[in-house]
């Protein structure tokens, strides 16, 4: 597997990804269609934010976006595609967001998280800091909100000059 910036060619590939990512923890179709902005990338989304795809035998198969503003970043998208869940991909997609953050000079990655990767991120070294109230249907609902410190990347060069 590498990961790969994404092309703004490939909204259509990464919006279909979020949607399947996203059905596949079982919520109702109707939930689905009111996400549909929220999990729809286009063209301009990737132009204006670091996206990359994580790439297996030529085809997507996950992918991850940030916002960064300055020394915080944010994951605003990070999806698997079921077919390749538990093989590492997203763990892989989440260190490329560790690193992507740290180079443009975050100390510190932000996530709203879906309930159900929740458990996931806080595998990654994420710390929850609240929850966002996110009702769907009269249901209670909240989203976690996570936050991991970033290491600071010291520019200077170490060893023999």
Request: glycine content about 8%; proline content about 7%; hydrophobic content about 40%.
């Amino acid at each position: 597997m590498r990961i790969a910036r994404s092309r703004p060619g490939d909204a259509a590939a990464l919006t279909r990804i979020a949607h399947e990512a996203k059905r596949h923890w079982g919520y109702p179709e109707s939930w689905i269609a009111r996400w549909k902005d929220v999990l729809t990338l286009t063209p301009e989304y990737i132009r204006a934010n670091p996206t990359y795809c994580a790439i297996e035998a030529g085809a997507i198969v996950g992918f991850c976006a940030l916002r960064l503003r300055g020394a915080e970043a944010f994951v605003d998208h990070l999806w698997v595609a079921p077919a390749s869940m538990g093989r590492g991909v997203g763990r892989s997609l989440f260190r490329h967001c560790e690193q992507t953050a740290m180079e443009a000079g975050a100390l510190i990655l932000k996530v709203e998280s879906d309930p159900n990767a929740e458990g996931f991120y806080r595998a990654m070294g994420a710390s929850s800091v609240g929850r966002n109230p996110a009702p769907m249907d009269g249901r209670e609902r909240f989203l976690p909100l996570l936050e991991k410190r970033l290491a600071r990347i010291d520019p200077r060069p170490t060893g023999p000059q």
